[in-house]
């Protein structure tokens, strides 16, 4: 039973980096340098959104939380925002994808994906609300405070730029992929 366990953990190990990596280098050449108060245009959703789904909660979450870590990194360079921010949103986004649709449905799928990604929104724009208060947004150079308007519009960024992306490739990657693999997945 032990090494049982300890083979998921392993098995659960590897995906969270292949996924996380493949989120890193995907919103590192998907962005296309649009942002909006930093917050970047991110297409890349869809791979810890898929999988989430896939393979659930946990990868999702970590593979999340690694992949925007290392592309924040790479792009704009502030770790500590990204850990703060970062980090928190997209874990809590994809957590919560990944553990409604232990039973995946199509239906199951849009609500936590809906969910999700409005908590992990909102989590965004309040984070830089409090961020901009001290310390400068990424790619700017002094420090703006923002305003609550400013952190409800950074939410809302967040949400109608990547939901697409969320209702219309994943359904479709997801049953492309349980097809290929079967019962592995």
């Not at 297409?43 to 925007?68: D, N, Q, Y």
């Amino acid at each position: 039973m032990a090494s049982k366990y300890k083979g998921k953990r392993y098995f659960e190990t590897s995906l969270i980096i292949v996924f996380g990596s493949l989120y890193a280098v995907t919103g590192y050449f998907t962005y296309f340098g649009i942002n909006f108060y930093g917050v970047k245009f991110w297409p890349a959703v869809v791979i810890p959104a898929t999988a989430a789904v896939l393979f659930g909660e946990k990868v999702g979450g970590c593979s999340a939380a690694l992949g925007i870590f290392v592309s924040d990194v790479l792009t704009h360079g502030i770790a500590f925002l990204s850990l703060t921010v970062g980090v928190p949103s997209n874990f809590i986004a994809f957590y919560i994808i990944g553990k409604v649709c232990r039973k995946y449905s199509l239906r199951r799928y849009l609500i936590s994906a809906t969910v999700g990604l409005a908590i992990g929104s909102i989590i965004i724009g309040i984070g830089l609300l409090f961020w901009s208060q001290a310390f400068p947004l990424p790619f700017s150079s002094e420090v703006t405070p923002l305003a609550f308007e400013a952190a409800f519009a950074i939410s809302a960024w967040t949400f109608i730029s990547e939901i697409p992306f969320l209702y219309i490739l994943v359904p479709p990657m997801v049953r492309m992929i349980r097809d290929r693999v079967g019962k592995v997945v």
